[in-house]
């Protein structure tokens, strides 16, 4: 069964940056579309990008231009880089997986994820 390990939490104060970190095991990531979520306390859950199989992203407004998600083929890693961190990013962040197909398959992304990793905490000071 698909695995996801997330890394890469922390605490920044306002402007910094984070890095985190989606480690696929038993699929390579060409094969799934993959996403990142966050859950501030008392919110519900929002996604924050989306990457399909050949690795092109969507962003949430909120995030646009100050994310970035990248697949790793090599590493089979899925990263999502932060900067310009704002207290309004603090949250758990989670990286989602969908089913896996075939390497680079071209069709859309499923609206739902499969699989789900821990949970990473990302918390953003004034």
């Known amino acids: 069964q698909l695995q996801l390990v997330e890394s890469g939490g922390g605490s920044v104060q306002a402007g910094g940056s984070l890095r985190l970190s989606c480690t696929v095991s038993?699929?390579?990531?060409?094969?799934?579309?993959m996403g990142w979520f966050r859950q501030a306390p008392g919110k519900e859950r929002e996604e924050v990008a989306r990457t399909d199989r050949p690795g092109r992203t969507s962003y949430a407004d909120a995030v646009k231009g100050r994310f970035s998600a990248s697949k790793d083929n090599h590493e089979n890693t899925l990263y999502l880089q932060m900067d310009r961190l704002k207290p309004e990013d603090t949250a758990m962040y989670y990286c989602?997986?969908?089913?896996?197909?075939?390497?680079?398959?071209?069709?859309?992304?499923?609206?739902?994820?499969?699989?789900w990793g821990q949970g990473t905490q990302v918390t953003v000071s004034s």
């Open positions: 989602a997986s969908s089913l896996p197909t075939y390497d680079w398959d071209p069709r859309p992304c499923p609206e739902r994820f499969t699989y």
């Open positions: 038993v699929y390579r990531v060409s094969a799934v579309c």
